[in-house]
């Protein structure tokens, strides 16, 4: 029988953990939080409001089972110890379970670790501790909050408008992408010229006129300034200088998430998945260790071990000129940022000598934590940088180029960022000052509208604004996918007609509270609680007091959304039809309604332009279209069938894999692999 209990949040956590520990440790999983707010009292929001918000949990359905399982163990156990993850929601979960299981202040202990390794879980308990009250409050403050909010603000959105939810961030990160899509729809595009001499081996761009900035705006000015070049220029200057290029910090959750996108095409929430993996634990040769360090972080700090450890290998590897130093953060922490960067748990266990352990997306994510980490202890890489400035007539023209002359940490780090060389002549050889040039041309550009959101920008967008934490930038960017919010077009998103709706309606009635400022400082407040610097309820009651009229006013004087026509007539009474919104899905009937109850059958439905039988149910692939008119391909069934496509199927499968092909740019190609034709 166990003597001492290790409660963790993950099944797999706990088997790696219990390898460490020995006979007189027993490891168990919580299976993540086992409770929740309940939906009882006012509006549901399982808080009464007017006790000073306290909260009534209840346990989590299908969980009554696994806690009688552990009230069994800590009857068996002389000592339990909370081993949950070392962050708030860590926090908070270890203190559902100290309330839940009824644990006592002299028989139980709360423990850290930021990595899964034996040495570092070994640790943590000679540095055990109790439960923090305050991080516990301020994600109980987040969670009573996100409650209201989403609650409140959704039955709003559902009533008045197509829209299905909303929330404290997520209508913040979607007013972002409708913001961004207005900027573009009012952008007026301008012409601009520029004006570029070639010569044999290197070209120069026109830059200022006698020394000033200059700007070409028309056809003709581009013209009378081509009418006053001769084809000598005469060398002004030769600026040679050596640079440092430095390496970017170890990565943190957004920068993870940011860099995981635009180099493995990974999605963030399948980046935060394959990494929670490498962290609680891969079965290797002869042992399961965790790989990385944990990801839910803010913070670039290494630990002092990791750091002697890396130099070491550095020199070992590379040589002692590649040995850098540890770069100095300027930004501000806070108790989120208590724990590591994201980095290897042992920089000997290079990406290589473990890649038959690992399926092909933990090596490909692996192996960038890994070299990213290595990387940013490596020296600067150095470049020397020349800038030529040739003048002709006053109108001074310049060349720019760049040479690595020490590659520094681009010695590990070249496979995710390189370094091109742009070689220029080296004008210390030439007899005289003057080039000539073999032709000069001017070329009509014309501005851009800012560019749509990718994954990663948005990422990017609301960490630099402040907003939300980067641990939930993953939800929050698949809600706004699931409930019809954004589509994604070339990998940027493009708000969709219910998207904009229900972020003006709610910019009409909660401007005040649903934007970024707001956001940012509700932020901020939470980390002041988490500080022990502020109360919660006092939080909780200002807000309220502001919050809740405003929901009032809404449901009074919100105007209520017309339903949508279909462009058909009611074939009993020719009315328009419409589409309506019931709880099992959307349904097309007659606007005409309670006068005529004519509802559109299935069966009339199918009778739509069929594409091919659907693949992944009874139903068959119809051609449709999206509120804003553009058409896709989905099933007749849905919503029970959530098929979908932009491209329109074949009705053929493809040789190779027998996936789907669908018509692409004029070609036949596979959904699925490189198969066209």
């Known amino acids: 029988m166990a003597k001492k209990l290790v409660i963790v949040e993950s099944p797999h956590k706990s088997k790696t953990i219990e390898k460490y520990l020995g006979k007189d440790y027993k490891v168990v999983s919580s299976l993540g939080h086992i409770r929740d707010l309940s939906t009882s009292g006012k509006y549901g929001f399982g808080v009464d409001i007017e006790n000073n918000f306290k909260p009534d949990y209840k346990i989590i359905k299908g969980k009554n089972k696994l806690v009688k399982e552990l009230k069994q163990e800590i009857k068996n156990a002389d000592f339990v110890y909370l081993a949950t993850d070392p962050d708030r929601e860590g926090e908070a979960i270890s203190w559902h379970l100290y309330d839940t299981l009824g644990l006592k202040e002299n028989n139980y202990d709360r423990i850290v670790f930021n990595e899964i390794t034996k040495n570092a879980v070994l640790d943590s308990f000679s540095k055990a501790r109790k439960i923090d009250d305050n991080l516990v409050k301020s994600q109980e403050t987040r969670r009573i909050l996100d409650r209201i909010i989403g609650f409140r603000l959704s039955k709003l959105m559902q009533s008045k408008t197509g829209g299905k939810s909303a929330g404290r961030v997520q209508s913040v990160a979607l007013k972002l992408i409708v913001d961004r899509e207005r900027e573009i729809e009012s952008f007026i595009p301008e012409e601009y010229f520029e004006i570029d001499a070639y010569f044999n081996d290197f070209s120069a761009k026109l830059d200022t006129y006698n020394h000033k900035k200059i700007e070409i705006k028309k056809e003709f000015e581009a013209k009378e300034i081509l009418s006053k070049l001769s084809n000598a220029f005469k060398i002004e200057s030769v600026d040679k200088k050596e640079k440092a290029k430095k390496s970017k910090f170890p990565f943190i959750t957004s920068t993870l998430q940011q860099e995981a996108i635009t180099k493995l095409g990974f999605t963030s929430k399948k980046t935060m998945m394959i990494a929670q993996k490498l962290y609680e634990g891969i079965s290797l040769k002869d042992e399961s260790v965790g790989l990385i360090s944990y990801m839910r972080t803010d913070s670039v700090r290494l630990s002092d071990e990791f750091i002697k450890d890396t130099y070491s290998y550095i020199k070992d590897t590379y040589g002692s000129e590649y040995v850098g130093y540890v770069k100095k953060s300027t930004k501000t922490e806070n108790v989120q940022d208590a724990h590591e960067a994201i980095r290897p748990t042992s920089i000997r266990r290079t990406p290589e000598s473990i890649k038959e352990y690992l399926t092909n997306d933990e090596y490909k994510l692996y192996r960038l934590i890994y070299y990213r980490a290595l990387a940013s202890l490596m020296k600067d890489a150095k470049v020397e940088a020349t800038t030529i400035i040739l003048d002709n007539n006053n109108y001074q023209f310049k060349a720019t180029g760049q040479v690595l002359i020490f590659d520094g940490y681009l010695k590990a780090y070249s496979i995710y960022e390189e370094s091109e060389d742009t070689i220029l002549p080296d004008f210390s050889s030439y007899k005289s000052n003057i080039v000539v040039s073999n032709k000069i041309e001017y070329t009509a550009h014309t501005t851009k509208p800012p560019a749509r959101y990718t994954e990663s920008k948005l990422i990017k967008e609301m960490e630099d604004l402040g907003i939300g934490r980067p641990s939930t930038y993953a939800t929050i960017i698949n809600t706004i996918e699931e409930r019809g919010y954004v589509n994604l077009e070339d990998k940027k998103f493009v708000p969709t007609s219910i998207g904009i709706e229900t972020t003006d309606k709610l910019q009409e009635f909660f401007k005040d509270i649903i934007n970024v400022e707001y956001t940012k400082n509700m932020e901020d407040d939470l980390d002041k609680i988490a500080d022990g610097d502020l109360e919660w309820n006092k939080l909780l009651s200002v807000f309220y007091q502001d919050f ?130």
């Open 548 to 677: 809740e009229p405003k929901v009032q006013v809404a449901f009074k004087e919100m105007k209520k959304k017309a339903p949508e026509e279909t462009g058909e007539l009611c074939p009993n009474c020719n009315s328009p039809l419409v589409i309506k919104q019931s709880k099992y899905g959307k349904f097309v009937a007659c606007s005409n309604y309670p006068t005529c109850k004519y509802i559109k059958s299935n069966k009339e439905k199918q009778e739509e332009k069929i594409i091919m039988p659907c693949p992944d149910c009874d139903g068959n692939i119809i051609e449709r279209k999206t509120k804003r008119g553009k058409i896709f391909y989905g099933c007749s069934n849905y919503p029970k069938c959530k098929f979908a496509s932009w491209d329109k199927p074949t009705g053929e499968r493809c040789p190779n894999c027998n996936s789907l092909l669908v018509e692409k740019k004029d070609k036949i190609k596979c959904v699925n692999c490189d198969y066209e034709r």
